[in-house]
């Protein structure tokens, strides 16, 4: 009961679970979750109350492909968000809710909705709009506006070496490769030379998706350097796909 009442504990529980969904079952957290999130009262913590609500929809909702329970527990987060008038919680929302958008094919709607925070040329002011730049550029690679695209990621990259931020440094990276190996003018010796930087990273924090996105943009620009390497790239994934399921 401890848990619950005492906000230090409450707190600490919260980020316990946030961290647990790198190497837990997913749903066992989802119920977990939701058991602490029926003690919760929102006067008391506004802050972590917005948590539990992102928690639910932006991290564990989002991560077992349940995707209307993820947007249900989003939009609750959302809303609670600018009822409370935190516009970087808002943001925080907004990028996991464009993600969703661009999955469905909607990155028009995507565009538009973080536009409502960050444009391309926007200063950013908080980490969360740093993040939010981040799913501005994929949206642009997904809409094939390579330039802007390319702009955005490079001004990710920037901010995110000057704020020492090597999670989403990676991620500009690996958006740079993606988006130079999609375009009519790839050039590849860079876009391997993007990958390999984004993978230094990725190995160095173990960040096992980050790997394996990294190679599927090699394995693509590679099948047009070398037809023998698509074997051997094939191979590689399936075995890093491997291990993640067990």
């Known amino acids: 009961e401890q ?9 600490y529980n919260i980020r316990r679970i946030h961290h647990s969904m790198f190497f837990a079952p997913v749903k066992s957290l989802i119920a977990e979750a939701l058991e602490v999130f029926t003690h919760m009262d929102e006067n008391t913590s506004s802050k972590d109350y917005n948590e539990m609500l992102f928690l639910l929809g932006g991290n564990l909702g989002v991560l077992s492909g349940d995707f209307q329970f993820a947007e249900e527990w989003l939009s609750k987060a959302d809303a609670f968000a600018a009822k409370i008038g935190n516009r970087d919680f808002q ?7 464009a993600d969703l958008l661009c999955l469905a094919g909607k990155e028009k ?24 730049l981040g799913a501005l550029a994929e949206t642009y690679r997904q809409l094939n506006e390579i330039d802007k695209a390319v702009y955005s990621f490079n001004k990710l990259l920037s901010v995110t070496q000057l704020k020492g931020l090597s999670g989403w440094l990676c991620h500009a990276y690996l958006g740079l490769a993606h988006t130079i190996q999609i375009s009519t003018e790839a050039d590849y010796q860079k876009v391997l030379a993007y990958l390999s930087q984004a993978d230094e990273i990725y190995k160095r924090t173990g960040q096992a998706w980050g790997i394996i996105n990294s190679e599927i943009v090699r394995f693509s620009a590679m099948k047009s350097i070398d037809i023998s390497s698509i074997i051997l790239y094939h191979s590689f994934l399936f075995c890093q796909y491997q291990k993640l399921g067990k």
């Open 3 to 11: 848990l619950y009442t005492d906000p230090v504990l409450l707190h």
């Open 109 to 132: 709607d995507a565009l538009d909705l973080i536009n409502e925070f960050v444009t391309i040329d926007t200063p950013l002011n908080s980490r969360y709009e740093i993040y939010l």
């Open 91 to 97: 943001s925080r929302s907004a990028r996991k809710k």
